[in-house]
């Protein structure tokens, strides 16, 4: 059959434009993504072999390898993994399934400079394409494990791939790369130099399970094939001693398991003996992905049994609302062939989430005091998530109210704590006072506002859709009640005020009894009463709900969601 040309869907296009033309400066990332693809595709070779026992692979001897070859200038990264048939070629690396991928591109012609942009293709992350930033041509072999046929996919990048089937291929990928004329003022390295490559993989990927494996320096000359040698330890950074441990490894392990580039905000590590022992590595992100709030968003903590990889998305093991949480949790005593529906279930598991839920709580708690800067970025990039978590985690509340914050009438930038908005409460003050709505500025210039700026009394402003349902069902913190300064009636006098305004109120409900009436009839199909108010100081009415009713703002977004 002869080989089909095929069209790069038009991001994948702009994508691949901007390797050819690359911005990146550090370029030595390529074979990390081939290296962490291979690895992925050798994970789930062993995966479905687990599951499926009819299916003919050959598991014996799964590995990695890397073949330079000086004089063609081409460098080969090859697994003997699960492989992919025709149709995933054309689907997997043709197009760009990222839901996020339109919203990149479109921030990255906005982007203002070259540092700009570098950040940007640092936060995304390209996969398989960053190949073209050292190749002007990629060529693709593979055959999905179980299958006859072979597949070629070959691309220059400018537009068009051909994709031909093959017979002799063996099982799993070989991407080969014809590497760029080197360019030293371009810091394009020689891509070809063992000494070079095995630093890169060190560096990069030293954790990787499966043995990475290239051609030993040749000691004598004229001898046949040089013996190949393993370039990683392959040692599980979790199972190691805390302080043989550098941050820079933690990092790579974060982006070979996040797909992110940019270093984690936060690393966790957590250890338990005894009967379940277990070992969890968890980190923060420093930014949120692009579909953290999409149906179907997953989960990122990958549940390993003794070393070996099992799932990925490991849903029992953290809850949604820390589904931007990403890590390994490596379990000493469960089956290798545990499947969902037994994790949901496990006891121990339960207790391990349990444990692992706290744990990053605490972390965030920690980084309040300990590095301000990043709590500020964390809750910017994942405050919104996490207070989900006060609609669905009973248990952690409390912790979770602790290390939430928001925009207060005492600040006018920063945001501020629940435990300081109470350290500055006033003498006689015993209600925590909030507002709900749309923007500061809409709420600033509420009626609702002007009886707690004449007083002087803090009120939070809550503007994520998320605050105006838990609200609804967190009644305290620290004892003192939460209070929408919207509802129902607010105190905020003393009792000989109380007295002295109810006497005037009096006096004046009778000086006003015929208008009152008059508005109540004009207007008494869409409002329960019309009453004197002591609480306004400048606008001459205002809507109040009663205490359990929806504020406006409930109301519209129920309305929207079609209720
Ligand atoms: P990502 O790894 O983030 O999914 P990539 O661009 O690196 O994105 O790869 C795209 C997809 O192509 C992978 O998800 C995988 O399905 C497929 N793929 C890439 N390399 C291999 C490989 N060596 N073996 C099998 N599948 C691969
Ligand atoms: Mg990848």
Request: hydrophobic share 40%; aromatic share 8%; glycine share 6%.
């Given at each position: 059959?002869?080989?089909?040309?095929?069209?790069?869907?038009?991001?994948?296009?702009?994508?691949?434009?901007?390797?050819?033309?690359?911005?990146?400066?550090?370029?030595?990332?390529?074979?990390?993504?081939?290296?962490?693809?291979?690895?992925?595709?050798?994970?789930?070779?062993?995966?479905?072999?687990?599951?499926?026992?009819?299916?003919?692979?050959?598991?014996?001897?799964?590995?990695?390898?890397?073949?330079?070859?000086?004089?063609?200038?081409?460098?080969?990264?090859?697994?003997?993994?699960?492989?992919?048939?025709?149709?995933?070629?054309?689907?997997?690396?043709?197009?760009?399934?990222?839901?996020?991928?339109?919203?990149?591109?479109?921030?990255?012609?906005?982007?203002?400079?070259?540092?700009?942009?570098?950040?940007?293709?640092?936060?995304?992350?390209?996969?398989?394409?960053?190949?073209?930033?050292?190749?002007?041509?990629?060529?693709?072999?593979?055959?999905?494990?179980?299958?006859?046929?072979?597949?070629?996919?070959?691309?220059?990048?400018?537009?068009?791939?051909?994709?031909?089937?093959?017979?002799?291929?063996?099982?799993?990928?070989?991407?080969?790369?014809?590497?760029?004329?080197?360019?030293?003022?371009?810091?394009?390295?020689?891509?070809?130099?063992?000494?070079?490559?095995?630093?890169?993989?060190?560096?990069?990927?030293?954790?990787?399970?499966?043995?990475?494996?290239?051609?030993?320096?040749?000691?004598?000359?004229?001898?046949?094939?040089?013996?190949?040698?393993?370039?990683?330890?392959?040692?599980?950074?979790?199972?190691?001693?805390?302080?043989?441990?550098?941050?820079?490894?933690?990092?790579?392990?974060?982006?070979?398991?996040?797909?992110?580039?940019?270093?984690?905000?936060?690393?966790?590590?957590?250890?338990?003996?005894?009967?379940?022992?277990?070992?969890?590595?968890?980190?923060?992100?420093?930014?949120?992905?692009?579909?953290?709030?999409?149906?179907?968003?997953?989960?990122?903590?990958?549940?390993?049994?003794?070393?070996?990889?099992?799932?990925?998305?490991?849903?029992?093991?953290?809850?949604?609302?820390?589904?931007?949480?990403?890590?390994?949790?490596?379990?000493?005593?469960?089956?290798?062939?545990?499947?969902?529906?037994?994790?949901?279930?496990?006891?121990?598991?339960?207790?391990?989430?349990?444990?692992?839920?706290?744990?990053?709580?605490?972390?965030?708690?920690?980084?309040?005091?300990?590095?301000?800067?990043?709590?500020?970025?964390?809750?910017?990039?994942?405050?919104?998530?996490?207070?989900?978590?006060?609609?669905?985690?009973?248990?952690?509340?409390?912790?979770?109210?602790?290390?939430?914050?928001f925009a207060s009438t005492q600040d006018e930038?920063?945001?501020t704590?629940l435990?300081s908005y109470v350290d500055r409460m006033k003498e006689g003050q015993d209600q925590i006072y909030f507002m709900t709505g749309e923007s500061r500025a809409a709420m600033e210039s509420s009626p609702h506002m002007e009886a707690f700026r004449a007083k002087g009394l803090e009120v939070l402003l809550l503007?994520?859709?998320?605050d105006e349902?838990?609200v609804q069902s967190v009644p305290e913190f620290d004892g003192k009640q939460l209070q929408s300064i919207a509802k129902g009636e607010v105190d905020l006098d003393s009792d000989e005020e109380k007295e002295k305004a109810e006497a005037e109120r009096e006096q004046r409900q009778q000086e006003y009894a015929g208008l009152l009436a008059w508005m109540t009839e004009q207007l008494g199909d869409s409002l329960k009463e019309v009453r004197l108010s002591s609480r306004l100081t400048v606008s001459p009415a205002c809507i109040v709900s009663d205490t359990h009713d929806v504020t406006p703002a409930l109301e519209?977004?129920?309305?929207?969601?079609?209720?």
């Open positions: 059959m002869p080989a089909e040309t095929f069209e790069f869907q038009v991001e994948a296009r702009q994508l691949l434009q901007m390797m050819i033309h690359s911005i990146y400066s550090n370029k030595d990332v390529f074979l990390r993504e081939l290296i962490s693809n291979a690895s992925d595709a050798l994970d789930k070779l062993r995966l479905e072999t687990l599951r499926d026992d009819t299916l003919q692979a050959d598991t014996s001897d799964l590995h990695i390898s890397i073949e330079a070859d000086k004089e063609k200038r081409t460098l080969t990264v090859r697994d003997n993994g699960i492989g992919m048939s025709h149709d995933e070629v054309v689907q997997l690396i043709g197009t760009i399934a990222n839901s996020g991928t339109a919203k990149f591109l479109r921030e990255l012609k906005e982007a203002k400079d070259a540092a700009a942009s570098e950040e940007l293709i640092g936060q995304f992350g390209v996969g398989f394409y960053a190949s073209f930033m050292v190749a002007d041509e990629v060529t693709l072999v593979t055959r999905r494990a179980g299958e006859g046929q072979g597949t070629r996919w070959n691309s220059d990048g400018e537009g068009t791939y051909t994709v031909e089937s093959v017979d002799d291929a063996p099982q799993g990928t070989s991407v080969t790369l014809r590497l760029k004329p080197e360019d030293t003022e371009d810091q394009l390295f020689d891509y070809t130099s063992p000494w070079k490559l095995r630093e890169i993989v060190k560096r990069y990927s030293d954790f990787i399970t499966w043995p990475i494996r290239m051609a030993a320096a040749a000691p004598g000359e004229d001898d046949a094939e040089p013996a190949a040698e393993t370039v990683n330890s392959m040692k599980a950074l979790w199972a190691r001693s805390k302080d043989s441990v550098t941050a820079e490894e933690y990092s790579e392990l974060y982006k070979h398991i996040s797909h992110d580039w940019t270093d984690p905000l936060e690393t966790i590590r957590m250890q338990a003996e005894g009967t379940f022992e277990y070992q969890a590595l968890l980190f923060l992100p420093s930014h949120a992905p692009q579909d953290l709030f999409m149906q179907g968003h997953k989960r990122g903590v990958q549940l390993y049994v003794k070393r070996v990889f099992i799932m990925d998305d490991c849903e029992a093991l953290m809850p949604t609302y820390l589904r931007f949480v990403k890590g390994v949790v490596d379990a000493q005593d469960l089956s290798l062939n545990v499947s969902r529906e037994i994790l949901q279930q496990d006891r121990q598991i339960e207790m391990m989430r349990r444990r692992l839920v706290k744990k990053v709580l605490s972390t965030v708690k920690e980084m309040m005091s300990a590095s301000p800067e990043n709590y500020r970025t964390f809750w910017k990039e994942f405050g919104r998530v996490l207070k989900e978590g006060l609609l669905q985690d009973f248990e952690n509340r409390d912790a979770l109210l602790e290390v939430s914050s930038e920063g945001l704590t435990r503007t994520d859709p998320v349902v838990w519209n977004m129920y309305r929207a969601m079609g209720e």
